[in-house]
């Protein structure tokens, strides 16, 4: 029977190509209606209906290092270490994640007391809440259908907390206009990312939408445009400046890519992930004239917009700048920038909120946006409330004030802290190279391998996916492989964040850099 | 100067193609970098990066049509009355989407308990909540990062909540084993729906991807095909037979698909959307049958399982009947099934939580599936949280049973109760013609209209969307008009929610059934 034959041979011996040439990919309309016969006629053992050969290519092109092969690796030692196998440490630190409160960090008293509000509305009797935290869960609950968060929102999100999105971007652009029609609201920062390259993807072969990344990069932005089917188009941060950004630069890559697709777009991230750089006003300034000179859709990556520490640094958004460069610029260069709820003080990974807000786009093309982000009827509403506190959090008139202001205060000190300590302390290692942290959540050092570790890694690991999984194997640190951002060739990285508490930072910067000596040690 | 030019024509009268016939869609290579050099000279009147001419073509052939223009008219016209503006009505009774909670359905007590607990732990040593509230609270945020519902978790869902999933399978289908690997929790049910889909979508040509979908179908099937360039094939539920499905119509679908494309898949809505039946055993035997012989990938929608009113109706989910068919359906047959926190009793739709439990998929697609979700880091936890209290409810031996099985009792009975109605009042109206809602939650009724109407609305708009906006207008109704969901050539219906409170319902059907009457005649 068939079962037999399955049991027999096992799902993986059993390949469509194999069996039956004619269900197989790239198979004729002919051959496809004889196959119904043959199944009728008892030749059932066809494999399976999805293997990997007749997938999605476009999905297997996908790559996602942060959440790649080492992490599965860190977690099956977690097991390991659950069911009693001894190994030389007695804990894996993740530090391959921007994921604040993993690490230990609190959450934000204010922004979870209102949490607490809108779910169990009950509580808005209770004493124990202070009542600017009541007002904020007032609000928002009276905005909602039925006065629920259970309720779907309009699929832009809630128009009041929409509203107050663009007076936040108002008040921390200096004034300039933002309209709340403008904003979208979205599931994290990565949905809406998703969602504007998903609206500018168009062409085939030469004419296929190309777009503009850094390189190193954050890898959604690679596994959206594999996905996507758009052509990546590389520009190459200067490691030796801080990794800062040269126009020069955008325009070699821009020229060679012309060559062989339709460049549309150019993505910036800053501050910088997972290099830290934050970019000077100049910069921008020069960004955005590029841009408009070559007919390109701006998107700014502007979630670490609060993470910054080096002194001389200031965020500046695109849009500030923009506005600032005159009307010529400000009304024509097409732009959307994005933030999130889960990086700066707050942390809120898991509620998944963010917004963008767009900029100069068309008209026609907003209405299609709209109507796009409504299949997937609203982003989640607890992350819709808690970005509204974000960008309305509580004044100093108000009881929350304080408290809310120490906390904010203490995460960010620490976070500049543990930045300069991570950059001096990586210096002192010969063999390890690394630029000031001067913004976002990373360090990314360089690392200088020996000749003989870059040989035996050669049969297909990235050399610096070996030296990361050595280190995982022996101190379970759990870093990212700089392959896995993009590197110029011949240079190797590792991405680390800088989220551990103190206390435990300052330990696994020293086993790093032991482990870095060891491993160097062994391989010359 | 550039600006002024802008400012005197409007964006859109500047067309890429008038302007400067290099740069438009389909320019060639070469032009493209002399348009580069025309932006130096100073030719820099291009009109938008982004336009609708130059936009993903997918993304334009997507509908949503739950969330389409007569929704759009619904907001608006609720602001107008906020504004003051005399209508023939007060409020605007929005009976277009399954948002339970916006039409004044509570909350279950115990979810809201628990989600604050989790999002405030604080509230752990309050004595107002339950103990049972508090251990599954303290069990949620022990399986949490940084025991915070704020730290992201793995991107296939928190693995403690998967293995209370699988149990909750395992206990629906009298004791059929469920494996937690196999279970991944979403962002509500659409976004799994559209990842599966995504898997499955390749070839081009007569080679591309087809899916076959009921019509009238969930125009989240249609918009998803539409955004990934699948095929849609369509098979008609018979109307006359209470919207059963009949295989003999899936193989006249399929084998005239053949023709054009290489249909994969087959999509099922069992309790149905938009039409409220709910399958027979035999049925779903006869659709698993039908998939293996033709060698289709399952896709089970079955978010409205707990939604089953008629008697003589029951719920029967795939996997159940799949397994209880034997090893030669049970090993091979692929199948997703998907699940959701927003339907059923709970209506907890502005969380997005959900699941799917994938069954006899290859080990290296799984594989790719579990990469592909990595991308988007993972489904916001409070919608997991939830979910996790809605597979592992309150016992008889704990504080909250009785409140929560009186709750959610109470809302179950209510919709059975709300869906006879509905079927009852509508079909005392000649020109109404209503199936028995048998469970889900929305009505499909059909509707006779006059030719003249037909005529009128010719330019254009679907006749039943003349109709449902005339409604609309005059009512204060706000109902999807059939054709968003597909139906028959030359037959008209709406969909219309059955969760209004049932005083309000009443009048909703009173007043639907006054303007048909009023319709008919005018147009008579």
């Known amino acids: 029977t068939t079962s037999t034959i399955w049991q027999l041979l096992g799902p993986e011996q059993l390949n ?4 039956s040439p004619a269900g197989g ?10 196959m119904s016969q043959q199944a009728v006629n008892g030749v059932q053992c066809r494999g399976k209906v999805l293997t990997l050969d007749n997938m999605n290519p476009n999905v297997k092109r996908v790559e996602y290092a942060v959440r790649g092969p080492i992490v599965q690796r860190a977690v099956q030692i977690e097991k390991e270490l659950k069911a009693g196998v001894k190994k030389p440490f007695t804990e894996v630190i993740k530090a391959n994640i921007g994921d604040a409160q993993a690490m230990g960090q609190k959450p934000i008293t204010f922004l979870r007391q209102v949490l607490a509000l809108c779910s169990y509305p009950e509580l808005l009797e209770d004493k124990k809440f202070p009542e600017d935290a009541k007002k904020r869960a007032q609000r928002i609950l009276e905005a909602c259908g039925g006065n629920s968060i259970g309720a779907y929102s309009a699929s832009q999100g809630i128009e009041c ?16 206009p933002s309209n709340p029609d403008n904003i979208y609201l979205s599931t994290g920062a990565s949905d809406a990312i998703v969602t504007i390259l998903k ?14 990344i850094s390189i190193p990069q954050y890898p959604l932005y690679s596994a959206a445009l594999a996905d996507l089917g758009a052509v990546q188009i590389n520009y190459y941060l200067d490691e030796d400046n801080c990794w800062s950004l040269d126009v020069k630069e955008l325009r070699r890559a821009l020229s060679a890519a ?5 460049p549309r777009v150019l993505c910036i991230i800053n501050p910088g992930n ?23 859709f701006l998107m700014a990556d502007e979630v670490y917009q609060d993470n910054v520490y080096a002194e001389g640094c200031k965020f500046y958004s695109f849009k500030k700048v923009l506005f600032e460069m005159g009307p010529e610029y400000s009304s024509t260069v097409e732009m959307a920038s994005f933030h999130s709820t889960s990086k700066c003080y ?9 917004y963008m807000e767009v900029i100069n786009m068309d008209p026609e093309v907003k209405a299609q946006l709209t109507k796009l982000v409504s299949v997937r009827l609203c982003p989640p509403i607890p992350g819709q409330a808690l970005l509204d506190l974000v960008v309305n959090p509580p004044q100093p008139d108000e009881p929350s004030y304080t408290t809310f202001m120490k906390e904010r205060t203490a995460v960010l000190a620490t976070l500049a802290e543990k930045a300069s300590l991570t950059e001096q302390i990586f210096n002192t290692v ?9 913004g976002a959540m990373y360090t990314f050092p360089r690392i200088t391998l020996p000749q003989s570790a870059i040989d035996k890694a050669k049969a297909g690991q990235a050399p610096d996916m070996f030296y990361c999984m050595r280190l995982l194997e022996e101190e379970g640190i759990c870093l990212v492989p700089g392959s896995g951002f993009g590197q110029r060739e011949g240079t190797f990285h590792f991405r680390m964040t800088i989220l551990p508490p103190t206390e435990k930072l300052k330990v696994v910067l020293q086993k790093i850099c032991e482990f870095h000596l060891r491993f160097t040690q062994e391989f010359s």
Do not use: W
């Open 161 to 176: 907390i929409r509203q107050d999105v663009a007076r936040y971007i108002e008040r921390r652009d200096g004034g300039i």
């Open 199 to 212: 609206l500018l993807v168009c062409g085939e072969g030469c004419d296929r939408t190309g777009v503009m």
């Open 274 to 296: 997972p290099t830290g750089q934050v970019q000077s006003r100049q910069c921008i300034e020069d960004v955005i004239r590029f841009a408009k000179e070559e007919h390109l």
């Open 258 to 262: 012309r060559q062989h697709c339709n």
């Open 346 to 354: 707050m942390g809120e990974c898991g509620f998944r909120g963010g």
């Open 16 to 19: 469509i190509q194999l069996i």
């Open 25 to 34: 990919v790239g198979g004729k309309r002919r051959d496809r209606a004889n």
């Open 430 to 438: 010969p063999g390890i190279t690394c630029n000031p942290v001067q």
